[in-house]
């Protein structure tokens, strides 16, 4: 069997390991997602899962695949049991999403799309870096440490590398770390409520 293969399924069994803790948090009331993070997180994944798969990707989109029908799920829950502190800044991200969308429909390139995408994603990360900073505890970090190595994977697993397949994936794994990192040191710092 091709590495590659089996790095991609490797990936994708991540992927879904990563989301179990969150998911199990989320129902528990111990973690409470922003909306629009993971509204942002549906466009962009699902956009960029297309563009590496158009790009030549191949696995290296499978693990990134079923991470976006994850948070497709978490942004539904997110109505529920997610915080919905929403400010003007989210909303230019969440626009900025959209907008990445279109770019991929009108100009059916994938680099412009996936340039947009890593870019646009960041900046989607800042909401949570934001609640993670303020509020550690209302997060859990396994999924953002899983969601770095998992996407490390995917980055291995890659048929082609090119830009397009690549910058989003790498981005990936530096926006899930800076997260960890952030969650880790403030949950060392505020003591977790009783």
Same mark, same amino acid.
């Given at each position: 069997m091709n590495y590659k293969i089996i790095l991609g399924i490797l990936a994708t069994i991540v992927a879904i390991i990563s989301? !179990?803790? &969150?998911l199990k948090d989320i129902f528990i009331r111990k973690t409470r997602p922003h909306i629009y993070s993971w509204l942002i997180w549906s466009i962009l994944q699902s956009t960029g899962v297309v563009a590496m798969f158009v790009g030549g990707a191949s696995w290296?989109?499978?693990g990134l695949a079923i991470g976006s029908l994850f948070c497709i799920f978490i942004f539904f829950s997110s109505f529920k049991y997610g915080t919905k502190d929403i400010t003007m800044f989210d909303t230019v991200c969440l626009i900025g999403a959209i907008f990445a969308v279109l770019v991929w429909i009108f100009t059916k390139d994938p680099l412009y799309s996936v340039i947009l995408v890593t870019i646009i994603d960041f900046v989607g990360f800042i909401p949570t870096y934001r609640k993670g900073y303020f509020d550690p505890h209302s997060e859990t970090t396994s999924l953002y440490l899983l969601s770095a190595i998992g996407n490390l994977l995917n980055l291995l697993a890659i048929g082609s590398y090119t830009v397009s397949t690549t910058l &989003?994936? /790498? /981005?990936l794994v530096v926006t899930n770390i800076i997260c960890v $990192? !952030? $969650?880790?040191t403030r949950k060392k710092i505020i003591v977790k409520p009783i």
């Open positions: 989301f !179990i803790p &969150y290296g989109s499978a &989003y994936v /790498s /981005s $990192l !952030i $969650l880790t």
